[in-house]
Nanobody
């Protein structure tokens, strides 16, 4: 599975941004977003189940970010609202099949910069 992330950019604090992740093939995999800020380790942001019925969020983004997916389009999305400067990072989409714990497939990352 190849993942292609897009939608990053430069925004101001309080703005919104929508990231997209498109998969090369359809599969029953959980999709997620991670991010890595400069000088920090990569961290989990959000995940969504195969049918979209279950989602999980990092505490730092809960209530501001929404993950969704469209299986017909082989895509997942991350709607980011009320962005803060601390949300600045490279955002990566990832996928794993349900039987695995670790994410097996990763996109190339898209940069989100939030200015104050």
């Amino acid at each position: 599975v190849q993942l292609q992330a897009s939608g990053g950019g430069l925004v101001r604090a309080g703005d919104s941004l929508r990231l997209s992740c498109t998969a090369s093939t359809y599969g029953r995999y959980i999709m997620a977003w991670f991010r890595q800020a400069p000088g920090k380790e990569r961290e989990f942001v959000a995940s969504i189940s195969v049918n979209g019925g279950a989602t999980q969020y990092a505490e730092s983004v809960s209530g501001r970010f929404t993950i969704s997916r469209d299986n017909a389009k082989k895509a997942a999305f991350l709607e980011m609202n009320s962005l803060k400067p601390e949300d600045t990072a490279v955002y990566y989409c990832a996928a794993r099949f349900e039987i695995y714990i670790d994410y097996n497939y990763w996109g190339q990352g898209t940069l989100v910069t939030v200015s104050s």
